[in-house]
């Protein structure tokens, strides 16, 4: 291999908390009830839900609850409209909330020559608007089951978290013909040690404490955001 070749990489980013301040089903929660698809209740159940994510951390039986509602919400809808819904809320909630080192990180990689994928529990069209918004290679998320394009309430398979992450990103990385030893994973959470074991580059991001212990005991790099730079970014985009 030459000097000026870049031996072919992938950087798997993980959403909520890592490129998105939160939870970005809460925000689809709030669209959802706009077009009356939700209650005024479940609502504020999002929004607590929500809240605690912010201040706690991911929880499985809360974001579990959140998901068994999201499921029930979309049965007899079609993808195109999931896909619409998903567009609008990135637009008016998510872009305004992405936490902008991280998405500088990931065009970096872009710039490297790298794939960027990222690796999430939320429904898989949900993850494509996602990078298609921020121009990333692709996503890799919970599939729902469709038939005929609509949806049934049920997965495919399991939601796409945890070792599941890891395994999304083993068989990316085989697809892309690309070794681990030298992928990146960006993750808050402890959830995702599996993945961030996986790659020869793991970096934390804002990591709950469990995740904290397990990086500071491998010398893993550490990125802490602060929420005055989704701030001042989103000052700075509206002068422009």
């Given at each position: 291999m030459s000097e000026d070749t870049i031996a072919p990489a992938i950087a798997f980013f993980d959403v909520d908390n890592t490129l998105l301040r939160g939870a970005s089903l809460y925000h689809l929660g709030v669209g959802a009830w706009r077009r009356r698809l939700v209650t005024g209740r479940?609502?504020?159940?999002?929004?607590?839900?929500?809240?605690?994510?912010?201040?706690?951390?991911?929880?499985?039986?809360h974001l579990a609850s959140i998901r068994e509602r999201a499921l029930e919400?979309?049965?007899?809808?079609?993808?195109?409209?999931?896909?619409?819904?998903?567009?609008?809320?990135?637009?008016?909630?998510?872009?305004?909330?992405?936490?902008?080192?991280?998405?500088?990180?990931?065009?970096?990689h872009l710039k490297a020559g790298r794939e960027v994928w990222l690796v999430s529990a939320t429904a898989q069209e949900v993850a494509d608007v996602i990078a298609e918004r921020l121009g990333l290679t692709g996503a890799l998320g919970t599939r729902l089951e469709a038939v005929d394009g609509i949806f049934t309430g049920r997965l495919t398979a399991?939601?796409?978290?945890?070792?599941?992450?890891?395994?999304?990103?083993?068989?990316?990385?085989?697809?892309?013909?690309?070794?681990?030893?030298?992928?990146?994973?960006?993750?808050?959470?402890?959830?995702?040690?599996?993945?961030?074991?996986?790659?020869?580059?793991?970096?934390?991001?804002?990591?709950?404490?469990?995740?904290?212990?397990?990086?500071?005991?491998?010398?893993?790099?550490?990125?802490?955001?602060?929420?005055?730079?989704?701030?001042?970014?989103?000052?700075?985009?509206?002068?422009?």
């Open positions: 479940d609502l504020l159940s999002f929004a607590w839900k929500q809240a605690r994510f912010l201040y706690v951390g991911e929880n499985r039986m919400v979309v049965v007899g809808y079609s993808r195109d409209e999931l896909v619409a819904l998903s567009t609008e809320i990135f637009d008016a909630r998510l872009l305004q909330r992405l936490w902008p080192e991280t998405v500088a990180v990931a065009r970096a399991g939601v796409c978290h945890g070792v599941s992450k890891a395994v999304a990103a083993n068989a990316q990385a085989e697809r892309s013909g690309v070794d681990l030893a030298v992928c990146w994973a960006y993750s808050d959470s402890h959830n995702d040690i599996p993945l961030l074991d996986l790659v020869g580059n793991p970096v934390v991001v804002n990591p709950d404490a469990t995740l904290r212990r397990y990086a500071a005991a491998r010398h893993w790099p550490v990125m802490i955001l602060k929420r005055g730079s989704i701030k001042a970014a989103t000052r700075t985009s509206k002068k422009r």
